[in-house]
């Protein structure tokens, strides 16, 4: 079956950085094309950055632009999101994301809190 497992997720000053991550499996991972979501609390869902398959095109949301890193593993079958000057409004559950055969799927997610 389809898995995807966020990680990484922490406490945060202002400023600081994390790297996310993101175990696949149940799927051909290179065929998949992956994303990164994150929900803050009352919020809507939003789209953060996109990486393609199997040409590495990336795109990122226009809040994040400048700040964080969307990369992946293909031996490994990981997802990755370098984040760094991270702020207050970044705090959100981050959701990792692939797509495949006309089909979403997703992972649990990951808690972000940016605070001093």
């Known amino acids: 079956q389809v898995q995807l497992a966020e990680s990484g997720g922490a406490l945060v000053q202002p400023g600081g950085s994390l790297r996310l991550s993101c175990a696949a499996s149940g799927f051909t991972f290179n065929l998949a094309t992956m994303n990164w979501y994150r929900q803050a609390p009352g919020q809507e869902r939003e789209w953060v950055a996109f990486i393609g398959a199997p040409r590495t095109i990336i795109r990122y949301a226009e809040s994040v632009k400048g700040r964080f890193t969307i990369s992946r593993d293909n031996v490994k079958n990981m997802l990755f999101l370098e984040m760094n000057n991270l702020k207050p409004e970044d705090t959100a559950i981050y959701y990792c994301?692939?797509?495949?055969?006309?089909?979403?799927?997703w992972g649990k997610g990951t808690l972000v809190t940016v605070s001093s």
């Open positions: 994301n692939a797509y495949f055969g006309g089909s979403n799927f």
